[in-house]
């Protein structure tokens, strides 16, 4: 299983790194993979892109656009080709940019599972957000807790002294 993180990078004040860094461990927890955008900065990118894009937004528009186009190919392809789930944190920043907003439309078009958790009241969430919201958690507690339960047992069982034997294992 692949879990996709999608959430604010452009307009979170740490780039959207702390909640991806605290919900990664769980995910690998049940022997689950982790897509985490926020940390790859190279993505498909060449060096001056990495180094020199963001100022390319404002001193070289076509360029700018040329490099954000090969990111959005490269994160959506995570999505369509590679992601089981998507685990989508919504705040005040996500609703600032629109990388989040395309994530979670590829998923829900592509059929995968998007899981969204709320850093802001529901109220204030777009319907096309919550349209393309498989399950919507309050918080990352919610989301751990359906997680463990739709995902656990079956690590649990793939786990046990018992099926190792089937399968020829000590």
Not at 31 to 42: F, I, L, N, T
Not at 71 to 91: G, Q, S, T
Request: glycine share 8%; hydrophobic share 40%.
């Amino acid at each position: 299983m692949l879990a996709y993180l999608s959430g604010s990078i452009e307009y979170s004040p740490d780039f959207g790194k702390s909640w991806r860094a605290e919900i990664t461990p769980f995910l690998r927890s049940l022997g689950h993979d982790v897509y985490d955008p926020a940390a790859d900065e190279k993505k498909n990118l060449s060096d001056d892109e990495v180094r020199d894009f963001r100022r390319w937004k404002t001193a070289d528009l076509a360029r700018f656009q040329r490099t954000v186009r090969k990111i959005i190919a490269w994160d959506l392809d995570w999505i369509e080709k590679r992601a089981d789930y998507v685990v989508c944190y919504w705040d005040e920043p996500a609703t600032r940019g629109a990388g989040t907003h395309g994530e979670l439309t590829c998923a829900h078009r592509a059929g995968v599972p998007a899981y969204v958790v709320l850093g802001m009241p529901q109220e204030r969430v777009s319907g096309w957000i919550l349209g393309c919201a498989d399950e919507v958690f309050n918080d990352f507690g919610e989301l751990r807790a359906y997680l463990g339960t739709r995902y656990g047992a079956a690590v649990a069982a793939a786990d046990s002294p018992s099926l190792r034997r089937a399968e020829g294992q000590p």
